[in-house]
């Protein structure tokens, strides 16, 4: 069975700073990967996905995600966080086969502050 | 393209009364279709998810019920709400594995 932790329910930086949102995953087979992306009172939003492509992914609003087998982790980076981005973060897995069920992570809360 | 509607985005509804949200998805045929909910300052949690017409996969035991009457409606349905049953719900689509969910706008039920 797939899970996912996500390390840290809130982070804050101040605009300007390193973004950098840990995930790490546990699958038995090779994994697919997301980062989704919630503003209060909205759906979820694609930020970038993992498919077994290369390991570095780059999504929207400058994020970016790099995907490291050896310590099952996909870590959420933007170099410079901008007050935009204070959102909801969450990280989810699935595997091919199956009915496509994605596990998500508890979420990490962003704060972007002046 | 895909789209995706879930309607009403807000609802409060009494303890003991009947629910039932609709979601549509345009664009595209046969997809997999999702119900999640998510509560206050918590993750998602998956109710149903449908394969297909008629064919409703509960992931856990609770007060509501999943249908899929035709092959791109999905509705959530409720006999009698509970307080417990409050909270943001989500409806999504996928074609496959690899291509990730797309999320509905949701809805915020609360039951008073």
């Known amino acids: 069975a797939q899970s996912v932790t996500q390390l840290g329910s809130h982070v804050s930086v101040s605009e300007g700073a390193l973004v950098l949102l840990r995930c790490n995953y546990s699958?038995?087979?090779?994994?697919?990967l997301f980062w989704y992306v919630q503003y209060p009172n909205q759906g979820l939003q694609l930020l970038l996905k993992y498919t077994s492509a290369a390991t570095l992914v780059k999504g929207i609003n400058g994020f970016e995600a790099e995907f490291k087998k050896s310590e099952t982790s996909f870590h959420l980076t933007k170099p410079s966080a901008h007050m935009s981005d204070a959102a909801e973060y969450f990280c989810?897995?699935?595997?091919?086969?199956?009915?496509?069920?994605?596990?998500f992570g508890a979420g990490t809360r962003l704060a972007v502050h002046p | 393209s895909q789209t995706i509607h879930q309607w009403p985005a807000t609802l409060v509804q009494p303890v003991g009364s009947p629910l039932s949200l609709e979601c549509t998805v345009e664009g595209t045929s046969n997809p997999n279709l999702y119900w999640y909910r998510q509560a206050a300052g918590r993750g998602l949690q998956l109710l149903f998810y449908s394969v297909g017409i008629g064919q409703i996969s509960s992931e856990v035991p609770q007060n509501l019920s999943a249908s899929r009457p035709q092959d791109r409606q999905f509705i959530l349905s409720s006999k009698k709400l509970l307080l417990s049953d409050s909270g943001f719900y989500l409806c999504?689509?996928?074609?496959?594995?690899?291509?990730?969910?797309?999320f509905g706008s949701g809805t915020r039920l609360t039951v008073v």
């Open positions: 699958s038995s087979v090779p994994p697919y």
């Open positions: 989810a897995v699935t595997v091919s086969g199956g009915y496509n069920k994605l596990i």
């Open positions: 999504a689509w996928s074609f496959r594995a690899g291509y990730g969910y797309t």
